[in-house]
């Protein structure tokens, strides 16, 4: 009996190369995958960030291959199991938190899972369910919904300045330099040309970066502060 036609190693790399679209996966996959991730959410494990528009960024360690161990779903690799969790179920909560999933999902989604509309309508119900609490259902909306400002980044850098007092001595003044980044999520965008007039990008209109000198003393008195409104909040 004849042996059937061998595949070239040349198609088979072309195989490889074909990107994996993120919602394309089985429903046991997904549900593997979601699980996964709730279970690290809880443990501390992975931790995930909201952007100035209320959309979920989870963070995943470099090493996936660490993180899952022997727990990678049948056929999936490390890269897209961080592809699902990166891409597509981000996307999913989202949708889940919109006034019309449905049409949320078929204005963003790939053409490839146009037909898959009504599974992924069940995964934005089990993402939100399994990953969505009620504080961070209210972060989502209060970014959506918010006429005003929103921290989009908090850096802090130590320096020392140095002042001449009396007698032209000079005294070293340590201080920490608290820089905040500040987005109006409801203000339009604008497109930002770099320097060099080559890079392009999308910036909102409204951006606005704080700098304040604090010395420790003055940033122990604003940490009291805030644990006092935070305080006033969980009563």
Excluded: C
């Excluded at 490390?78 to 889940?96: C, D, M, N, Q, Y």
Aim: proline share 5%; net charge neutral; glycine share 6%.
């Amino acid at each position: 009996m004849g042996k059937g036609p061998k595949k070239s190693k040349k198609a088979d790399m072309k195989e490889e190369k074909k990107d994996f679209v993120p919602g394309t996966e089985t429903e046991e996959q997904f549900e593997k995958v979601l699980s996964l991730l709730s279970d690290w959410m809880k443990a501390g494990i992975v931790d995930f960030e909201l952007d100035t528009d209320g959309d979920t960024q989870f963070n995943l360690p470099g090493e996936m291959s660490k993180l899952l161990g022997t727990q990678v779903p049948r056929d999936l690799t490390h890269k897209k199991v961080a592809a699902i969790i990166r891409t597509e179920i981000p996307a999913l909560i989202s949708a889940g938190l919109a006034k019309n999933p449905r049409q949320q999902l078929s204005d963003r989604m790939p053409e490839v899972l146009r037909e898959k509309i009504g599974v992924l309508l069940k995964r934005v119900e089990a993402s939100v369910e399994k990953l969505v609490d009620k504080d961070l259902k209210e972060r989502i909306l209060l970014r959506r919904t918010t006429p005003g400002y929103v921290i989009d980044e908090v850096r802090v850098i130590p320096g020392t300045y140095y002042v001449e007092t009396g007698n032209k001595k000079k005294t070293e003044v340590p201080h920490l330099l608290l820089e905040i980044s500040l987005e109006r999520p409801q203000s339009g965008r604008m497109l930002v040309v770099g320097p060099d007039l080559r890079r392009m990008s999308f910036s909102r209109m409204d951006d606005m970066r704080v700098a304040v000198d604090l010395h420790k003393d003055d940033l122990k008195n604003l940490i009291e502060k805030l644990k006092e409104i935070e305080g006033k909040i969980s009563e």
